[in-house]
């Protein structure tokens, strides 16, 4: 089903999209992204730079009815600088399928981390060191600490970090009424602002 060359950065897929699992064929290499529908369903075809793709967004999540669980969703997301999205979503029915599409999920994402996510880090990283203030998943950034509110700031040192799943919480360590989550499935750019914060806290530390 999926042949991964040895290179990270290159990924060569075929993905079910939307409940039927229609087939749809995605490659990215280097610094290419493109994204084939089955030509007996849309024949659409996208083909994106992924030096221009200034958001990302992702999600793993559990298809719950009554209770009852019944599947999987996995979600990427791309948003270009241009405004405009795509989405690759896959859903998982059976104990098999979820394992496959969970596999695919990783890939795509790994295949995404040197392109995507590290080059909006490092971007986020110099102008936070130029002393700029960088706003990732709604929270402002930079070199003395973070803010998402008026009255709503964590200095460095004052800043604990907790992680799920699907998010991730920041504390103060001093005043419990402090805090805020961050969901990787609603906000852009969560898994980017996530590795700024360790990056800081470690800096921090040192």
């Avoid at 004052?158 to 419990?176: E, K, V």
Wanted: with cysteine; aromatic share 10%.
């Amino acid at each position: 089903m999926s042949n991964v060359p040895n290179n990270p950065n290159e990924l060569d897929l075929q993905v079910p999209h939307g409940l039927l699992g229609m087939p749809r064929h995605l490659r990215i290499s280097g610094n290419t992204l493109s994204y084939t529908g089955a030509k007996w369903f849309s024949g659409m075809a996208y083909e994106w730079l992924l030096s221009e793709v200034a958001g990302v967004r992702y999600s793993h999540q559990l298809l719950v009815f009554y209770r009852f669980r019944f599947g999987n969703s996995y979600t990427i997301e791309l948003r270009h600088q241009t405004g405009e999205l795509l989405r690759i979503r896959m859903y998982s029915f059976d104990a098999d399928e979820d394992d496959e599409d969970w596999n695919r999920y990783e890939q795509i994402l790994a295949a995404l981390e040197a392109p995507v996510f590290e080059r909006l880090e490092e971007q986020a990283m110099r102008s936070i060191e130029a002393g700029e203030t960088v706003l990732l998943a709604g929270v402002a950034v930079n070199h003395l600490g973070l803010s998402w509110a008026v009255d709503q700031q964590l200095t460095w040192t004052d800043c604990d970090l907790l992680q799920t799943p699907q998010s991730f919480t920041l504390n103060s360590r001093h005043n419990s009424r402090l805090f805020t989550t961050i969901s990787y499935q609603r906000e852009w750019n969560a898994g980017v602002l996530l590795s700024v914060i360790q990056t800081m806290l470690k800096n921090q530390a040192a």
